[in-house]
């Protein structure tokens, strides 16, 4: 009965490869986002997805690309993946109705790039 | 199973009180545990992490605390404004590397 659930849990790789995070939320929500979290724990906001349309897409590389497949999945794909995209990526939904919008967060996948 | 459970689910207070928040957990081998802010209609704000080997750590007018052995961590609100007004949110972070979140503490601070 996950809410908001998120594959894999974990994802060890070498840098140069090509990954991908799927995220599929069960609440009916209509927007849906991905976050990473650095290393000082705080979390940025990546893309925001609503109606499987980009509405948000923050300053992040382009080897990073959100792919919506329908409104209750939203997958994160990365290329040419670097050291530096070693962290812990959440998925999120809320309802998008706008005003109080309360997020609904994922557990996380832990990304590691050798 | 492991469950994160916030109490109360909301909290309207005079401003300029101290509050509490209170978030328990039912597995004491945590990772860590942290403590984020949710403004409406925006993400979250980290606000604090504490280690497992940590019983608090302050950052301003904030102070968490966490007692693993009774699996509570309590936020503590000092002299609160109707700025702190926001859902409050505990995750866990146990050894799967996977955080559980609570369901969260709407809180109102009124003028």
């Known amino acids: 009965d996950t809410a908001v659930s998120q594959t894999p849990k974990y994802l060890v790789t070498q840098m140069g490869n090509d990954k991908s995070i799927k995220c599929e939320q069960n609440l009916g929500h209509d927007t849906m986002y991905w976050y990473k979290q650095d290393s000082k724990k705080f979390l940025k906001i990546m893309f925001s997805?609503?109606?499987?349309?980009?509405?948000i897409n923050e300053t992040v590389p382009n080897r990073f690309s959100p792919k919506s497949p329908d409104k209750a999945h939203l997958n994160l794909h990365i290329n040419s993946l670097e050291l530096g995209d070693s962290a812990v990526y959440f998925c999120a939904s809320s309802p998008g109705q706008g005003g109080d919008d309360t997020q609904y967060f994922g557990p996380g996948t832990r990304l590691t790039v050798l | 199973k492991q469950e994160v459970t916030q109490i109360p689910a909301a909290l309207s207070v005079p401003e300029g009180e101290n509050l509490v928040l209170n978030c328990s957990f039912t597995d004491s081998a945590i990772y860590n545990l942290q403590w984020f802010r949710q403004d409406p209609g925006k993400g979250l704000t980290s606000l604090l992490l504490i280690q497992s080997s940590q019983r608090e750590q302050t950052s301003g007018r904030l102070n968490a605390s966490l007692d693993k052995s009774s699996g509570r961590s309590t936020l503590y609100i000092a002299a609160s404004q109707p700025g702190d007004s926001a859902t409050y949110l505990c995750?866990?972070?146990?050894?799967?590397?996977?955080?559980?979140w609570g369901a969260g503490t709407k809180l109102i601070i009124k003028p």
């Open positions: 997805y609503n109606n499987k349309e980009l509405i």
């Open positions: 995750a866990v972070e146990w050894s799967n590397y996977q955080l559980i």
